[in-house]
């Protein structure tokens, strides 16, 4: 398997998180402009963040693995996978990336370099929403690898698609991508004063799936449930 220096990767997370941060700011504005219809609105950001989701892990996993979100790091520093020297990097790039990412939106569309949302997303059944998010991520992104790391790509952009509309917060699930959504003042935007709750929540629920993931996925054995698709053939 090929192995890229630390530069690379760093260069390929703030890119990627910064591609992800631009699609779904960009798509958000362009709805919003398009149609006053909210669900049709939130359609139109979700299908578009789901799609390139697919492509940015598919190109850019190989180089850096594709966290493009500091909770996954996290996760992936906990089980022992990324050092702690690199994951702190790794997260300074995926912020500056997002960072980088709303603003590219913005000059996309004439808007203001920076613009802090105003946009209220607070309160426990948003943080809880978001704790959600995160631990449905983490639970595919590992299970993923483990049974079916080809499929990895499609399952991440399959899972945002769906918790965007069944999570209360539209499943940020990420804290780099939650800062940038911060500095954009559209149909995507939260206000900065309501991040350490987005924050928190994804941070704990992105644990908390590592944890049960860890357990589910430790002990296998060596005859165990015939898989569905066995039993229909």
Not at 74 to 98: C, D, K, M, S
Not at 162 to 175: E, G, I, L, Q
Not at 190 to 216: K, Q, S, T, Y
Not at 218 to 229: E, K, N, Q, S
């Amino acid at each position: 398997m090929e192995t890229f220096d630390l530069s690379r990767r760093l260069a390929a997370e703030a890119l990627g998180t910064g591609i992800l941060v631009a699609t779904v700011v960009g798509s958000g504005i362009m709805a919003a402009t398009l149609t006053r219809d909210v669900a049709l609105a939130l359609l139109c950001n979700t299908l578009p963040t789901g799609a390139i989701l697919v492509v940015l892990i598919t190109v850019l996993g190989p180089i850096s693995g594709a966290h493009f979100n500091p909770a996954v790091t996290l996760v992936f520093t906990g089980r022992r996978e990324l050092r702690v020297n690199e994951a702190a990097l790794y997260i300074v790039a995926q912020i500056a990336g997002g960072i980088a990412g709303t603003i590219a939106a913005h000059l996309m569309f004439g808007l203001p370099v920076l613009d802090p949302s105003t946009k209220v997303r607070t309160g426990g059944p948003q943080w809880f929403a978001e704790a959600v998010a995160a631990f449905g991520l983490v639970a595919t992104i590992l299970a993923g690898i483990r049974f079916q790391r080809a499929a990895v790509p499609w399952l991440i952009g399959l899972y945002i698609t769906a918790a965007y509309w069944f999570t209360a917060s539209t499943s940020f699930a990420n804290p780099a991508v939650a800062i940038a959504r911060s500095l954009t003042n559209t149909f995507s935007g939260i206000r900065p004063v309501d991040l350490p709750g987005f924050i928190l929540a994804e941070l704990c629920g992105a644990v908390a799936g590592m944890v049960l993931m860890n357990w589910l996925l430790g002990h296998a054995t060596t005859r165990g449930p015939v898989p569905v698709a066995e039993t229909r053939s």
